[in-house]
């Protein structure tokens, strides 16, 4: 068993995993894990799928907590960098970049392949913790970061409230976006999330959110 005690081991730099080998190991990795779940995929099943050599895999990620946690914040980069060209502010106005970058998160949130690794975190976390940890630094903990970056960025164009702290608000964003369709998503309880319903789910995130954190003015030209 792991020791918990030992600090996570952070994802290796952005530049270590694009490299084609790295990419086909993070590749075999998802594959794996995503089908087989954490405990029954070995270092040595990865090397072989991937078609690297052990050495080549460990130069690359020193263990398996550190290889999941690097598959989670690969595929966070991914939609991150999608929600960032996304909500970039054009003629419809920040109500509606809001909308699109809740859309993405959201979209990802309730994607099969998101919802498996979580499920298998929350299988593994009582025996492993440190997969846990490395989990939650990759995934939830960066989105926070990258959303409480955004709205910081956002007012300082004056398009938010200048007042409120950018990472209590990035984590109101992130519980409304947490909220029933994710929910019954993640219990597997039908219907299954559709574009429609994704839609909506995040029109009502993004209004309530500018509810609370939107400018008055612009909240009033909304209105009119």
């Not at 907590?65 to 970039?88: N, T």
């Not at 025996?127 to 490395?134: D, F, M, Q, T």
């Not at 999330?193 to 995130?205: G, I, L, S, T």
């Amino acid at each position: 068993m792991l020791d918990a005690a030992v600090a996570v081991p952070p994802p290796p730099p952005d530049e270590a995993i694009r490299g084609p080998k790295a990419r086909a190991i993070l590749d075999a990795a998802g594959e794996l894990f995503l089908g087989q779940g954490f405990a029954a995929v070995s270092m040595d099943a990865v090397a072989r799928q991937a078609g690297a050599s052990k050495a080549t895999l460990y130069a690359h990620f020193p263990s398996k907590d550190a290889l999941f946690a690097a598959m989670v914040a690969e595929r966070c980069d991914r939609m991150a960098a999608e929600a960032a060209a996304l909500a970039g502010h054009g003629d419809d106005g920040p109500e509606a970049a809001l909308r699109r970058l809740c859309r993405t998160v959201l979209a990802f949130l309730v994607a099969p392949a998101t919802l498996a690794i979580q499920r298998i975190v929350q299988a593994e976390a009582g025996r492993v913790p440190r997969l846990a940890e490395a989990f939650f630094a990759a995934g939830p903990a960066a989105g926070r970061d990258r959303l409480a970056g955004w709205i910081a960025e956002e007012q300082r164009s004056g398009r938010l409230r200048a007042d409120a702290d950018p990472f209590e608000a990035a984590g109101h964003l992130g519980a409304l976006l947490r909220g029933d369709l994710w929910l019954r998503a993640g219990l597997g309880v039908p219907p299954a999330p559709d574009v429609d319903a994704v839609d909506r789910a995040a029109a009502a995130a993004a209004s309530v959110f500018l509810r609370a954190y939107g400018v008055p003015g612009e909240a009033s030209a909304r209105a009119n």
